[in-house]
């Protein structure tokens, strides 16, 4: 029996030490690659000598997500700069600060760094309100500006060890904290700020006990001290070192002495111009690397870049390498406080680890003060940047959804994995010429052409398409900076036949201070304030005519969508009485459109000669109409009258601008409005649900107003779900793959040279499909935009480009689609025909068009 016991129970241990050690193998299957070391010390010897080095070796086994074991915990590093915005900025998710138990003891446990959720945000408020910005203009700077002036007294002759001083001012400035607590408890006087509320509000909801306004109080005074003094005494060392840098910095504070009595206070203006001092001050920060990276804990499994991290673990998001990315900072290792003071209006320099590490996310630091050139958000042509005629369509009827595509599934983070990260440090400049080129015939021929040569050469690679060397970048980072950054040898470079038939004025066409100046002129023509006040009715009247009588018809949608886009366009354009001159405005138009996706060979038959001549007829009709214009003395109140009439314009334009910008206007709107009408329709045919809840927004407007009564500004504002629906169907159906640029000059990107007079296809259509960003990225789910509201203005979004041409007409395309919707939605139901082909690349389009039955609602 006791054989039989003994055989039974070594049985059930062998059972389930197999089963524990299967269990902890399946774990590790999903955790990231990488060693945990010693039992217990793991990798913190290693990790404590070596430092970055330990990084970086590291990262060069294992990639930029790889496990440890350091200073007493499991770990998981993160050195990819995309997964650390992401840890950053979803703090809800599973993600709480992850400080060491050594930390979290001395400093208390309630300090802001040791809580989340509802408690964090409660301490954090409270702590701006005491350190915050508006303090620090109001009560603080006066009070340091004291203490500093007398603690810098008589120095002179002395030698001083200067990492002690800085510490020593810092002291100071948390005595003062100190000074401020003693003064509030022998008052009466209320400041209505934490430090009152932490010390005497009893009917606080959250009232401190006495240990947890002590551990309040610590976090402050630590959370300030290292920082400030290490970059203050580091920004001496560097200033030392660079005599140039010294004497600007000099110059700028002896220039605002001047403007001062001896012993006038520096105030809040005087601060907030010193903007060399502050370059000197990010600068220090970056090449000191002040801040190595931030520590966060899991507080349930939760996937990283296709790993399992599971509860409990650490996570280390490095972000120190960044900081000397020859991409974001040339030359990463001199000191260069100019380079945080940028002439160019739409530049800021990216979010990095200054940024990251203080300005990301819900745990940024509480006084952080803002840039003062603050990140422009991103967002410009439409069809103007399609590539034309690449056959890589995708058959959504054959049961692919799109998103499917083989294109599309290689979406997994490390695609969108910034290359300029894995090349710092070693900026290795080579022509791109090195590498093999790719001939035409060969990306036409390949119909997964983009995603095998990003496998084959990384996401930055040369080709030889549409007659013109190129070079494709599928890098969200390179993307970005290229979109921000136009003045510096990148224009748009848009392909011949485009250019020679919307006009060699189009905004597209041209660059640098004309094309600021054809932009101001567009931009009082579409821009918000134009929709606003006088856009948005006329849309309103057009379409709630168009859309009538539409019941019990079989329609092609895409050609009304098609439609619905030229004439909101043509219209408030130019008034025309007659509908016939519309119809033939329209034909020569559709000619003129098909013109531009060609190749440019003019000969008889072909679609660019056929182009040119629908452009020769367009501008005929406009030049027409513009002398029968100045002939009579009649207003149109549109606006071609507007370009025309108005001599005292800060946007005067000449005939040949004129007619370049009205084609411009009705081209560029063209098919990316009806291109995302027309896949909205789709989708929320497909997804009963968000149709209903857009039918709610719709007729709950409807039913606070009589039956006629038109849509206004308030109205359109308010349908919040109708935009998150474009916004999605934008990102799913992705409208628009790219855009063109075009070098000026030979321009390094990410270490490589790419010569002057090449093109850049600015490929941005990946980035949709970034689980990151969207999770569940093939699913259309409206909702995502709704629950996130920064969604929209994410550093990557480039649904409407980016920088400089950020789209001028992205409003006014928003309002076209909502008020087809409207009208569409509240006063019909439709169903598909059914079996008709949909293909996505290289253009949204349906090839025999979309038809469906169309009833009253
Ligand atoms: C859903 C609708 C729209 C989308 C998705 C869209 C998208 C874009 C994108 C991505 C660009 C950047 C091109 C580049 O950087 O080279 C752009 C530029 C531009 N868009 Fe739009 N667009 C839309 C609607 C419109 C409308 C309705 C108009 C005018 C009526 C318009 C006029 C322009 C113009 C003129 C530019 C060039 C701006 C410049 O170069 O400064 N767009 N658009």
């Known amino acids: 029996m006791a054989v039989l016991l003994l055989t039974v129970c070594g049985l059930v241990m062998v059972w389930c030490l197999c089963f524990a050690l299967l269990k902890r193998n399946q774990i ?66 599973g993600l709480v600060p992850g400080y060491p138990q050594s930390m979290l003891e001395i400093l208390g446990k309630n300090n802001i760094a040791a809580v989340h959720g509802a408690t964090h945000k409660y301490i954090r408020g409270s702590m701006l309100s005491l350190i915050g910005p508006a303090s620090i203009r109001l009560h603080l700077l006066s009070k340091i500006d004291m203490l500093l002036r007398s603690y810098l007294d008589n120095w002179d002759g002395k030698t001083i060890d200067i990492q002690e001083r800085t510490n020593e001012g810092r002291k100071r400035v948390t005595k003062l904290l100190r000074q401020i607590m003693e003064e509030r408890r022998a008052s009466s006087v209320t400041h209505n700020d934490m430090l009152d509320e932490i010390l005497r509000n009893e009917d606080s909801n959250c009232k401190l006990s006495d240990v947890e306004i002590i551990d309040q109080v610590i976090a402050i005074l630590y959370s300030g001290y290292e920082t400030v003094s290490t970059t203050t005494m580091m920004a001496i060392k560097y200033l030392h070192d660079h005599p140039r840098a010294l004497q600007e910095l000099r ?71 960044i900081n000397y990315d020859p991409f974001l900072y040339p030359e990463p290792f001199t000191f260069n406080p100019w380079r945080w003071l940028s002439t160019e209006p739409h530049f800021s320099l990216p979010t990095s680890v200054l940024s990251v590490a203080s300005s990301s996310g819900y745990n940024n630091s509480v006084n952080n003060q803002p840039n003062s050139s603050s990140t422009t958000d991103i967002t410009p042509p439409s069809s103007l940047a399609e590539i034309p005629a690449l056959p890589f369509h995708i058959d959504l009827s054959s049961n692919q959804h799109p998103s499917h595509h083989p294109m599309v599934t290689r979406l997994r983070s490390e695609a969108i994995k910034p290359r300029a990260y894995s090349s710092i440090c070693q900026p290795i400049h080579h022509k791109l010429t090195d590498t093999e080129p790719k001939s035409v015939k060969e990306a036409l021929g390949k119909p997964h052409w983009h995603k095998a040569m990003a496998e084959e050469y990384g996401s930055l690679f040369k080709s030889h398409i549409l007659g013109s060397p190129m070079v494709v970048s599928m890098d969200p980072e390179i993307n970005r900076y290229i979109l921000m950054n136009e003045g510096k040898g990148l224009v748009p470079g848009y392909p011949q036949s485009m250019v020679e038939i919307v006009g060699k004025n189009n905004i597209a066409a041209v660059h640098g201070a004309t094309h600021k100046y054809i932009r101001g002129s567009m931009l009082s023509l579409i821009g918000p304030a134009s929709v606003r006040l006088q856009l948005l009715s006329k849309i309103d009247m057009l379409l709630r005519s168009y859309l009538d009588n539409w019941d019990g018809k079989t329609i092609d949608i895409q050609e009304r969508t098609k439609e619905m886009a030229l004439l909101t366009s043509f219209k408030p354009m130019v008034k025309v009485e007659s509908n016939q001159i519309y119809e033939t405005f329209k034909t020569e138009f559709d000619k003129l459109v098909v013109g531009t996706l060609s190749l440019p060979i003019n000969i008889l038959g072909s679609n660019y000669h ?44 000449n005939d040949v601008q004129i007619i370049d910008q009205v084609i411009t206007i009705l081209y560029s709107g063209y098919e990316s409005v009806s291109k995302t009408t027309m896949m909205a329709i789709k989708y929320l045919h497909d997804h009963p649900r968000a149709l209903e809840q857009l039918r709610d927004e719709h007729f709950a407007i409807r039913q606070r107003k009589k039956p006629d009564e038109p849509i206004d500004w308030n109205d359109y504002k308010s349908m919040s779900f109708t935009r998150a629906v474009i916004y999605e169907t934008s990102r799913l159906a992705t409208i628009i793959n790219g855009v063109m640029r075009k070098t000026t000059k030979d321009v390094e990107l990410n270490g490589f040279i790419i010569p002057k007079g090449w093109r850049i296809y600015v490929y941005t259509r990946e980035i949709n499909y970034d689980p990151f960003l969207y999770p569940e990225p093939f699913t259309f789910n409206p909702w995502r935009w709704l629950d996130n509201k920064s969604l929209e203005s994410h550093n990557y979004c480039f649904l409407f480009g980016g920088g400089t041409r950020l789209c001028p007409g992205k409003e006014l395309g928003i309002v076209k689609i909502t008020m087809f919707l409207h009208y569409f939605v509240t006063r019909y139901r439709w169903e598909e025909v059914g079996g008709e082909k949909l293909v996505q690349f290289p253009r949204v389009e349906a090839p025999n068009g979309l038809h469906i039955r169309v009833s009253k609602y």
């Open 28 to 93: 590790r299957r999903y955790l990231p690659p990488g060693t945990m070391g010693w039992p217990f010390f793991g990798e913190t010897t290693e990790f404590l000598k070596h430092g970055p080095n330990f990084m970086k070796n590291q990262r060069a086994r294992y990639g930029s997500l790889f496990k440890s074991h350091i200073l007493g915990c499991p770990t998981v590093v993160s050195m990819d700069p995309v997964i650390n915005r992401y840890i950053l900025m979803n703090e809800g998710k």
């Open 251 to 321: 110059d700028e504070h002896f220039a605002m002495r001047q403007r001062k009595k001896p012993d006038e206070p520096i105030d809040w203006n005087d601060y907030k111009s010193m903007n060399f001092t502050r370059s000197v001050i990010y600068e220090t920060s970056r090449l000191a690397t002040i801040v190595n990276g931030v520590l966060r804990k899991t507080t349930k499994d939760i996937e990283l870049n296709g790993f399992i991290i599971p509860e409990g673990w650490r996570i280390y998001v490095y972000t120190r390498e």
């Open 610 to 653: 056929y182009g040119l001549q629908g452009r020769k007829r367009v501008i005929k009709f406009l030049r027409r109409i513009m002398e029968e214009r100045r002939a009579s003395s009649v207003t149109q109140n549109d606006m071609l009258d507007e370009l025309i009439g108005n001599e005292d314009s800060d946007y005067k334009l």
